[in-house]
Nanobody, 126 residues
Framework: QVQLVESGGGFVQAGDSLRLSCTVS????????MGWFRQAPGKGREIVAG????????LYLDSVKGRFTISRDNAKNTVYLQMSSLKPEDTAVYYC???????????????????WGQGTQVTVSS
């Protein structure tokens, strides 16, 4: 059974930092591209960042470039999202997702990812 378990969300002030973690079990982690998505109330799910299995390719939402960093530790089956300079508009439920790495690009569409975590809430107060 595949499981993706996110942690690290919380309530912070604007300008603060948070690090999200997602630990994966039930699949060969090193063969999967990992993505962090978010969904705010009343909005669609959007990719925040993605990373390929070897960490040589990453993808970022324009609005988080320079503030967020995605990384992974294949030995720990874990992907991270370091978030800095948080803004109220970053408030959302954050999900990690996994999909088998079969192409040369990190996909950005939610429906391209097969496995999902349950989400962790990030709230940024002004």
């Amino acid at each position: 059974q595949v499981q993706l378990v996110e942690s690290g969300g919380g309530f912070v002030q604007a300008g603060d930092s948070l690090r999200l973690s997602c630990t994966v079990s039930g699949l060969t982690f090193g063969a999967y591209v990992m993505g962090w998505f978010r969904q705010a109330p009343g909005k669609g799910r959007e990719i925040v960042a993605g990373i390929n299995p070897s960490s040589t390719r990453t993808l970022y939402l324009d609005s988080v470039k320079g503030r967020f960093t995605i990384s992974r530790d294949n030995a720990k089956n874990t992907v991270y999202l370091q978030m800095s300079s948080l803004k109220p508009e970053d408030t959302a439920v954050y999900y990690c997702a996994a999909d088998l790495w079969v192409s040369d690009i990190v996909k950005s569409a939610a429906n391209d990812y097969e496995y999902w975590g349950q989400g962790t809430q990030v709230t940024v107060s002004s």
